[in-house]
Nanobody, 123 residues
Framework: QVHLVESGGGSVQAGGTLRLSCTAS?????MAWFRQAPGKEREGIVS???????TYIDSVKGRFTASKDNAKNTLYLQMNSLKPEDTAMYYC????????????????????WGQGILVTVSS
């Protein structure tokens, strides 16, 4: 069974920085970060596979960086230059398998989810 626990959220001013962590147990060949802003649907942010290959959505390219420590089975999301529109609940997700070009930040590809952690960016 896969278990995921997020940490590192909080409140920052626009332009600030946060780093989220997702500590995992079980097989996590494909992992991803998602977020859900108030009044909006959940959206994928970035995925990362077991080779470290990442796929980002356009709105966070150049600002957010995902990385994975395979030895610790921990996923990170470094968030720089935060904007008020980044305010959301952030979720870690994982799949125990991956095939070529499958690991993408689409929520229907993930069965295992963390509890979520709140990020608030004030203007």
């Amino acid at each position: 069974q896969v278990h995921l626990v997020e940490s590192g959220g909080g409140s920052v001013q626009a332009g600030g920085t946060l780093r989220l962590s997702c500590t995992a147990s079980g097989n996590t060949a494909c992992m991803a970060w998602f977020r859900q802003a108030p009044g909006k649907e959940r959206e994928g942010i970035v995925s990362i596979d077991d080779e470290g290959i990442t796929t980002y959505i356009d709105s966070v390219k150049g600002r957010f960086t995902a990385s994975k420590d395979n030895a610790k089975n921990t996923l990170y999301l470094q968030m720089n230059s935060l904007k008020p529109e980044d305010t959301a609940m952030y979720y870690c997700a994982a799949s125990p398998w991956n095939v070529a070009n499958w690991c993408r930040p689409y929520d229907d590809r993930f069965m295992h989810w963390g509890q979520g952690i709140l990020v608030t960016v004030s203007s």
